[in-house]
């Protein structure tokens, strides 16, 4: 039995309802980036008055490096209600959206989530939407691997949030590992 880690089905189960792929999304319009986090004007001109690189206090950029925690598993809960993106909304492929409602438990779990050692019981055999990675990414959101570390951070910022709550340890744990990664 694996480590579970954070998956890109979750992403897509816990995100909030956003356009479907191709369709309109942009910087801030993700799975699971909430609605209105768009750039103002003053934060613009903010960034600009700091120089070239946007960095301020000459200090170097330190951008979250994503990684899964261990004794997370919020990624595992499929089902987590009417405000986030269905598989329909997700998937093109009619055998992707039977695939993963084959794998949702009674409870909203993945049906192969082992719940008291927060591991997965097939990670090695994983379906490919299980699989937080950049090529994944890409296909299913139209992220590039540019933006991919911010992008699959915030996912699952969000989906930890939604599971656990935004005073939970497992959020902590998440934020300071990310954070604490050499991005270099």
């Known amino acids: ?8 089905m979750t ?3 816990g995100a909030y309802k956003q356009p479907q792929k191709g369709k309109g999304m942009g910087v801030g319009m993700g799975m699971g980036m909430g609605k209105g ?5 003053a934060q613009t001109k903010q960034r600009q008055s700091r120089g070239s690189d946007g960095i301020g206090f000459g200090g170097k950029r330190n951008d979250p490096t994503w990684q899964c925690i261990q004794g997370c598993g919020a990624c595992c809960k499929l089902d987590k209600g009417p ?6 909304e997700i998937f093109d492929d009619p055998s992707d959206v039977k ?3 084959s794998m949702v438990g009674p409870d909203g779990w993945c049906i192969h989530y082992e719940k008291s ?3 997965c019981s097939i990670y090695s055999d994983r379906p490919y939407f299980c699989r937080v990675e950049p090529n994944v990414f890409q296909t299913l959101y139209g992220i590039g691997k540019k933006r991919f570390n911010k992008e699959a951070c915030s996912f699952c910022e969000d989906t930890i949030k939604a599971i656990y709550g935004s005073h939970s340890q497992e959020l902590d744990n998440f934020v300071h ?8």
Request: hydrophobic share 30%; glycine share 6%; net charge positive.
């Open 11 to 13: 992403m897509m189960s």
């Open 37 to 41: 986090k768009g750039k103002g004007k």
């Open 1 to 8: 039995m694996a480590l579970c880690w954070c998956s890109t």
């Open 177 to 184: 590992a990310v954070r604490s990664t050499d991005s270099s």
């Open 117 to 119: 050692t927060r591991t």
């Open 99 to 101: 695939l993963y409602r």
């Open 83 to 88: 405000s986030f993106a269905t598989p329909e």
